[in-house]
């Protein structure tokens, strides 16, 4: 076991026998930013792993909601594809039918279809080296096939982020209307390889959830709201591309 597995799990017992921790956030965040907050981490966007060479991950102990593993814009002819993304095939906001929204998840295999009007599918292309998004009809016609991430730039991310993973698990209590976390399981894993990676997504075990909206209010009202396109896996399948540690 290395010295950042001992570390982390040194830290979590102290917080583990604490009978409970007060939330310092509202909302579905507060679970993580609290425990990270607790280990002295300081929030961040960054593509480097939370604590040292480890990915925290924090979940509500009753959830079965996927795991965003990371983020990673795709590229496209300019360096505007999200926007035009949202340009192109985005649909009305829901707050604010002037604004657009385009929001789905997208498969290798799984025919989901998007505001009624589209169907998001990956192809993986070794001998180009990309991952390519198909935007394609309801028909199964392709509209745009020029849509892509580099696999390099995959790896990189996923083999720096995740090389290790911990998965934190904790249930929130109420008390005279303050939310509180008792944070109870914490399990390391560690990475296998990009194949393997490559592999879920072929068979839809991964998928990529996008996620693009517009501000319909405050000082960047029109503005796109990128909200990050996520490579995702559901909890029950986290053995399919790690190793128990």
């Known amino acids: 076991m290395n010295n950042d597995i001992k570390l982390l799990k040194k830290e979590f017992n102290k917080i583990k026998n604490k009978e409970l921790n007060k939330s310092l956030r509202k909302g579905n965040t507060g679970i993580g930013y609290t425990f990270e907050t607790l280990i002295n981490k300081k929030e961040n966007t960054s593509f480097l792993p939370d604590f040292k060479s480890i990915e ?29 993304i949202l340009n192109k095939y985005g649909y009305p906001n829901k707050n604010n039918k002037k604004y657009k929204s385009f929001k789905g998840d997208i498969y290798n295999n799984k025919n989901n279809i998007i505001a009624n009007r589209y169907i998001l599918k990956i192809k993986i292309k070794l001998e180009e080296n990309k991952l390519f998004l198909h935007i394609l009809d309801t028909s199964l016609n392709i509209i745009d096939n020029t849509i892509y991430w580099n696999l390099e730039e995959l790896k ?4 720096t982020k ?13 008390r005279n209307d303050i939310m509180y976390y008792k944070y109870t399981n914490l399990t390391i894993y560690k990475l296998k390889n990009f194949n393997t990676f490559l592999s879920l997504l072929e068979k839809d075990i991964i998928h990529i959830t996008i996620n ?34």
Not at 212 to 237: Q, V
């Open 212 to 245: 693009l909206d517009t501000f319909t209010s405050g000082k960047r009202i029109g503005e796109i709201h990128d909200r990050g396109t996520a490579f995702r896996i559901n909890l029950n399948n986290i053995e399919d591309l790690f190793i128990k540690v």
């Open 162 to 174: 995740l090389k290790f993973l911990a998965i934190i698990k904790g249930y929130p209590y109420k």
């Open 56 to 84: 925290i991950k924090t979940k509500l102990g009753y959830t079965n909601k996927p795991l965003t593993l990371f983020c990673l814009s795709p590229k496209g002819a300019t360096n505007f594809i999200t926007k035009e």
């Open 156 to 159: 990189n991310r996923l083999t």
